[in-house]
């Protein structure tokens, strides 16, 4: 089973999501990451190895490659899809408690910015990587990340914006968070974001690249 799940790897970071995909070229008429996972978990595998040693070091090592500049955000969307068909076959598996997520993520754009390729690309890597992900969308006021902890007991808000004129809005979103929703941890990305600004701002933590984030929130729960 083992080189299943390497295969199943090697999907994900490729993006090849399934055997009729044409993407990528050398990879054309293979299975993909939807039929080796199906595969995998008809013939016994254990759904939370097919998580971790498939379809999460996958997405790990297209999230190093992303932050060295090896590939860029298309390829990165092709394996956030390949990761995401997978992960339909390990639903039933969530739902019945058999696998555990991580902990849950609670993400958005702050007020006033409508931009959400950043947020979509972390969104998908610390899914990827098993967390559940709350996506509240772009334009997000404080009141709705706060109702959204508040949902979700114990989980993480990370803070997106990528403008100037927008990344001023995390301050507030920051201060209400403390005030109402005590002890919330709270990442912040963005292109004009820095860790200075973090520290200003009383955020927890800054990465100026996906991976970070995901490495971040793994070393939470390790």
Sequence with gaps: MEEIYQQ?????????????S???????GQDGADELTKYALDNGASPVDVLNRGLVTGMEKIGVKFREN????????????????????????FQSGAV???GTFIIGTVVGDLHDIGKNLVS?????????????????????????????????????????????NMEQIVK????????????????????????????????????GAVEYLNRMVA
Excluded at 8 to 20: D, L, P, R
Excluded at 70 to 93: D, E, G, I
């Design 70 to 93: 090896k590939v860029f955000v298309p390829q990165v969307l092709m394996s956030a899809k390949a990761m995401n068909t997978a992960m339909q076959h390990l639903k039933p598996y």
């Design 176 to 211: 209400e968070l403390h005030t109402q929703a005590p002890g919330t941890t709270i990442l912040i990305g963005g292109a004009p974001v820095t860790d200075e600004f973090r520290e200003k701002i009383g955020a927890d933590f800054y990465s100026p690249d996906p991976q």
């Design 100 to 102: 555990k997520r991580k």
């Design 8 to 20: 199943i790897a090697h999907c994900v970071e490729f993006g090849k999501i399934n055997k009729i």
């Design 124 to 168: 998908m890597m610390v899914e990827g990587s098993g967390w559940e992900v709350i996506d509240l969308g772009t334009d997000v006021k404080a009141e709705k990340f706060i109702n959204a902890t508040k949902e979700h007991p114990g989980s993480v808000v990370g803070l997106s914006a990528l403008l100037t004129t927008t990344m001023v």
């Design 22 to 28: 044409p993407y990528p070229p050398d990879m054309k």
